[in-house]
C-alpha cells in the first residue's frame, strides 16, 4: 500500500533555491575543486554496448543500461523514470519500471518539465529506488534527504542527464501550427530525439501524419518557451546525481555520427558499479580529462553559471523573485553582462504571444535552418566573452 511522503519544507523554485554549499558540505562532507562540474570521482567518454540500448537512449543509452544492471543486481525494486506519453501524447511522467523492458521503454530525452519528486507518492514501505532526476530535482531530493525524510531516503541511486534548457509543454501545439496542422488532428506520438543520434524530433497526429525535425532545427522553440527554471538554474552538470551523463559534442565524435555521452561518476560507489560494467562489457567506457570534457558544454555551463547568476540579479532589479544558491560568482567581465542583456532581451521579447504567433506563420522548414545559422552565427560571434575566463571560475560563499 502506498504512502504519501511526510515532506518537510522544500524551497520553492524559482523563488527560492537549495543552498549549493551548505548542501554540498551535508551530501558530500566537503565543497567541490571545481565549480563547474562539481565533484567528480571519474569521467568517461563512451555508450552501452547493446546497440540496441545505445540507439534507444538520446545519446549513448548509458543512463538506460545503468539504471537496468541496478535493477538485474538487485540494488533496487524499481527505477523512477520520466515517459513521455503518460497519461497523454503531449504530457510526460515519472513512472515506476520494474523491468529491464520497463526501463528502455522509458529511454530517451524528455524536453519537457516533470515532477519527478511526485512518484514518491507511490513508493512502497521497505523498498529502495533508483530515480533521474534533472540537476534541480536532485538537489532538492538530496535536501529531503538531509532533512530526513523517509520516502526520499528509499532513494539509493540518483541519475540524471545534463540539463541546458527545457520548454514549455504548449510549445508542441505552436510547432503544430506553424507546419499547418490543424486542432482537429492532435498528436498521438512524440519522440523528441527519434532515429540515430543526435536524433530528430518526431510527431505522428491521429490522422497519420508524420513530422520529422533534426535537432538542430526545432531548437528554434527555445527562445520562444524557454522554462524560466532553465533561465534561473545554475547547475548544468547534474551537481546531486551519483552519475550524470551528457552528450559527447566534439568533432571527433559527431563525425561518427553513433551516440557517445560524457559520463560523470560523483560518489565511490557509483564509481565501482560503473567499473563493474565496464568490466562485464555492459558499457563501452574511456576515462577522459575532466577539463577536456567540461570544454565540450562550454558554452552552457556559461549559460548557467554566469548566465543563470545574471538573469536572477536582473529579475531582483525589477522587483521580481529569483533563487539564491548561497553562491556567486567571483567575477563577472562587463562585456559578460552585455551579452546578456542582449539574450535576455531576445528571451523577453520571443515570449510574448505576439512573437509566438508570428512564428507559427513561418513553415518549420524555413525557420528551422534559419535559426540553425542564425544560432551558429551567434555562439561564434559570443564565444570569446563567454568563454573568457570560464576555466578559471571561482565563486564566493554567501556565509563565508
Sequence with gaps: MSKTPQQPSVPAFPAQAVNYPQLYRQHYGHLPENWLTGIIKTVFTGFASDPDIRLAGASGGVLTRVLQYLLETGRIDAAVVARQ?????????????RSSDDILAAAGSVYIPVDMLSAMDSFQDGETYAMTCTPEQSAALRHLQQAG?????????????????????????YYLRSNGIPRTDPLVSVKWRAGEWPGYLELITESGRVLRSPKVYYNFLIPFFITETSLLSMDFCNEFAD????????????????????????????????????????????EADPLAASDMHGHMLDFKKRGGYIRGRMRLFWGLSAPDYGYRPKQIAKSRWAVEFVIS????????????????????????????????????????????????????????
Design 149 to 173: 525524510d523517509k520516502h526520499a531516503r528509499q532513494v539509493k541511486y540518483v541519475l540524471g542527464p545534463y540539463t541546458g534548457t527545457a520548454l514549455m509543454p504548449e510549445a508542441l501545439n
Design 345 to 400: 532581451g531576445i528571451f523577453l521579447i520571443s515570449r510574448t504571444g505576439f512573437a509566438r504567433w508570428c512564428v507559427c506563420q513561418i513553415p518549420e522548414r524555413w525557420l528551422g535552418p534559419f535559426f540553425n545559422r542564425l544560432r551558429l552565427g551567434w555562439k561564434a560571434l559570443s564565444r570569446p566573452t563567454k568563454r573568457k575566463g570560464l576555466a578559471a571560475y571561482e565563486v564566493v560563499i554567501s556565509d563565508e
Design 243 to 286: 552519475l550524470a551523463v551528457g552528450d559527447a559534442w566534439s568533432p571527433k565524435f559527431e563525425a561518427q555520427g553513433e551516440g557517445m555521452s560524457v559520463v560523470v561518476t560523483r560518489t565511490a560507489e557509483m564509481d565501482a558499479i560503473v567499473a563493474e560494467m565496464r568490466q562485464a562489457g555492459l558499457l563501452t567506457l574511456e
Design 85 to 97: 506519453g503518460v497519461p497523454s501524447a503531449v504530457e510526460a511522467s515519472p513512472v515506476l519500471a
